[in-house]
């Protein structure tokens, strides 16, 4: 398997411009989670998605963020318009089922937002 | 509600010496457990996890962990540090019918030193 697939890698942008990050969950994955890491605040949940549907979005900083998940096998986390302060690593990962299953991570996108 | 308290930022051994990253918990239900760790620039990866089986946990790269109600610990322990050791490690906990949210810890850096 493939594992949690994230693009880009590496993101910079200048304030103002949309910026969008892409997640593809390992198949046969129900849950999907959007996490952002920063030296201040650790890592935070963002959103996540239970077959698709947003369960909890309550982590999103403010209305400039907005997570889609089209289908089982895709995500979007689109910010607009950016800020410096968004400059962070953004994670994605997904879990079979729910309960405590274990999630697995994908390699983050590193955004810097000048 | 549930926490997760990880009690040092900083943990340095010298190689071969044993490492000890200590975490404690608050949970109002019977929670999961896991350690991750997380390389330099990597996405994070899962170590171990406790899920209200056996209390001892034994997880990859010969770490392992014992869930210690009574004390609410869930120290990450192993008997002889490598220099691939030298990462971040995050404990985490799920809390039972929190439709698998996880809240991390704080992190603990640790240093392997020759």
């Known amino acids: 398997d493939a594992g949690v697939i994230q693009s880009p890698r590496h993101e910079v942008t200048e304030m103002g411009q949309e910026v969008t990050l892409r997640c593809k969950p390992i198949s046969g994955h129900n849950s999907l989670f959007w996490y952002r890491q920063t030296m201040m605040r650790g890592l935070e949940l963002l959103i996540y998605f239970n077959n698709n549907v947003p369960i909890d979005d309550s982590g999103m900083p403010e209305d400039r963020f907005s997570a889609k998940m089209p289908n089982a096998s895709f995500s979007t986390l689109k910010i607009q318009p950016s800020e410096p302060r968004d400059s962070a690593v953004y994670f994605c990962?997904?879990?079979?089922?729910?309960?405590?299953?274990?999630?697995?991570f994908g390699p983050g996108t590193r955004l810097l937002v000048l | 509600a549930q926490s997760v308290t990880q009690l040092d930022s900083h943990v340095s051994v010298s190689e071969g010496t044993p490492v000890l990253l200590r975490c404690n918990y608050s949970?109002?239900?019977?929670?999961?457990l896991f350690w991750y760790v997380q390389h330099p620039n990597k996405g994070l990866q899962l170590l171990l996890k406790y899920t209200s089986a056996a209390t001892l946990v034994k997880g990859i790269n010969g770490f392992e962990a014992e869930f210690k109600k009574s004390e609410t610990s869930f120290h990450l322990t192993k008997p002889s540090a490598h220099m691939s050791d030298a990462a971040e490690y995050f404990c985490?906990?799920?809390?039972?019918?929190?439709?698998?949210?996880?809240?991390f810890g704080t992190g603990t850096q640790l240093k392997v030193e020759l």
């Open positions: 985490v906990v799920s809390m039972t019918g929190g439709g698998n949210k996880l809240t």
């Open positions: 990962a997904s879990t079979l089922r729910g309960g405590q299953e274990t999630q697995y």
């Open positions: 949970s109002s239900y019977s929670p999961s």
